[in-house]
């Protein structure tokens, strides 16, 4: 692990991006209970879903036949991100393919709306489910830096990247 907290991100993909929420939601809680600062920079969640209900429900009404079952009752795991994103209390950077088949880019549009500042989020078009870093390139580095070095109010609001930039 980074030994310097102003180093330290917490970063998921996908479900990932709902678990990172949950321990930075879960970090900020703690830290605010203790009176220190949360023991990470930030937070970056990249293809990620408001709530798994949410998600389920997506992929099946778009992929399964039998849309019809009661997907939000069965789950045990809610991952409601878009309750949870509000108490993160850190940078946030939250990133989207414009063209993922599973989940839509409107899911990470409402979680960066749901946050508070300081906050960037990056639609990247073309983008699929797994590719947005790549595709991405130096506006996905650029973002990733100026989460490391902004000050907490520093970070810029939303930008769409400009296509494929370099590795």
């Given at each position: 692990?980074?030994?310097?907290?102003?180093?330290?991100?917490?970063?998921?993909?996908?479900?990932?991006?709902?678990?990172?929420?949950?321990?930075?939601?879960?970090?900020?809680?703690?830290?605010?209970?203790?009176?220190?600062?949360?023991?990470?920079?930030?937070?970056v969640?990249?293809?990620?879903?408001?709530?798994?209900?949410?998600?389920?429900?997506?992929?099946?009404?778009?992929?399964?036949?039998?849309?019809?079952?009661?997907?939000?009752?069965?789950?045990?795991?809610?991952?409601?991100?878009?309750?949870?994103?509000?108490?993160?209390?850190?940078?946030?950077?939250?990133?989207?393919?414009?063209?993922?088949?599973?989940?839509?880019?409107?899911?990470?549009?409402?979680?960066?709306?749901?946050?508070?500042?300081?906050?960037?989020?990056?639609?990247?078009p073309?983008?699929?489910?797994?590719?947005?870093?790549?595709?991405?390139?130096?506006?996905?580095?650029?973002?990733?830096?100026?989460?490391?070095?902004a000050?907490?109010?520093?970070?810029?609001?939303?930008?769409?990247?400009?296509?494929?930039?370099?590795?």
């Amino acid at each position: 692990m980074q030994p310097d907290a102003n180093k330290r991100l917490i970063y998921g993909h996908s479900l990932g991006g709902a678990v990172a929420i949950n321990l930075a939601a879960d970090l900020a809680a703690q830290a605010k209970k203790q009176h220190v600062a949360v023991p990470v920079r930030g937070l970056v969640i990249e293809s990620s879903f408001t709530s798994l209900g949410d998600a389920v429900t997506e992929v099946a009404d778009n992929n399964l036949p039998v849309n019809w079952l009661p997907v939000r009752w069965l789950l045990s795991q809610k991952f409601d991100s878009i309750d949870k994103i509000v108490d993160i209390d850190m940078p946030l950077l939250v990133v989207h393919g414009l063209s993922d088949p599973f989940m839509p880019s409107r899911f990470s549009q409402q979680l960066f709306n749901a946050a508070q500042e300081p906050k960037h989020l990056l639609l990247v078009p073309g983008g699929t489910h797994n590719n947005s870093m790549s595709l991405g390139g130096n506006q996905y580095r650029q973002a990733l830096d100026g989460l490391l070095k902004a000050s907490p109010h520093q970070l810029a609001g939303p930008s769409v990247a400009q296509g494929s930039q370099g590795s």
